[in-house]
């Protein structure tokens, strides 16, 4: 998964080339994402219907924490799983530290493909802190990032594999409040 990521990098985010990579890789578009092969959810930050030539950046949740006293419950309780968004992802009920561990392996596995990061980076949050590792592919940065989960309106954090357009020579926020604002196109 993390070799076709790389490989989208260097491919480019518009829409008739991103078509071509999904269509040679077995992917399908959805409502709102696209899902790979493996069953994973590639999330664009344009909604798709509002996709006209370039794609800013995507995002491939792989796993979340649920830093609440319901966590036992499921995610957000019960009703959570009824959105079924987080089929397949890794719970990490109450405990900060598994969540950083499968954060750090996300980074080992990119790591293996990519070689090791160009950069790392903690931003200090509440319950815990969220980490940043980047990796550079042509003018996208690779980044395997901890931080809110969209859906949950921020009740949950997600660690997830983003590419984001960024011209090589650009340099990177070196603060991590900084840098999850870039993350999330906010600057």
């Not at 709102?32 to 030539?53: I, M, N």
């Not at 019960?78 to 990490?92: A, C, I, K, N, R």
């Not at 003018?139 to 984001?164: D, K, P, T």
Request: aromatic share 12%; hydrophobic share 40%.
């Amino acid at each position: 998964m993390i070799g076709q990521l790389a490989e989208l990098a260097r491919a480019g985010f518009t829409r008739s080339g991103f078509a071509r990579f999904v269509d040679e890789q077995g992917w399908q578009e959805r409502d709102d994402h696209f899902e790979t092969a493996s069953g994973h959810r590639l999330v664009p930050a344009v909604p798709l219907e509002d996709w006209k030539d370039r794609q800013p950046s995507f995002h491939l949740p792989f796993c979340y924490f649920d830093p609440s006293e319901e966590a036992a419950d499921g995610p957000l309780g019960d009703e959570f799983h009824e959105l079924s968004e987080l089929d397949g992802w890794d719970v990490l009920a109450s405990d900060a530290v598994p969540f950083f561990e499968g954060w750090r392996h996300g980074c080992e596995v990119v790591s293996g493909v990519l070689g090791q990061p160009d950069l790392t980076l903690t931003m200090e949050e509440e319950p815990e802190a969220w980490h940043f590792s980047v990796w550079r592919v042509g003018a996208v940065a690779v980044v395997v990032a901890q931080g809110e989960e969209f859906l949950s309106y921020g009740e949950l954090s997600m660690a997830a594999v983003w590419l984001v357009q960024q011209a090589p020579d650009a340099p990177l926020p070196s603060d991590g409040a900084a840098f999850y604002s870039w993350l999330l196109g906010e600057d």
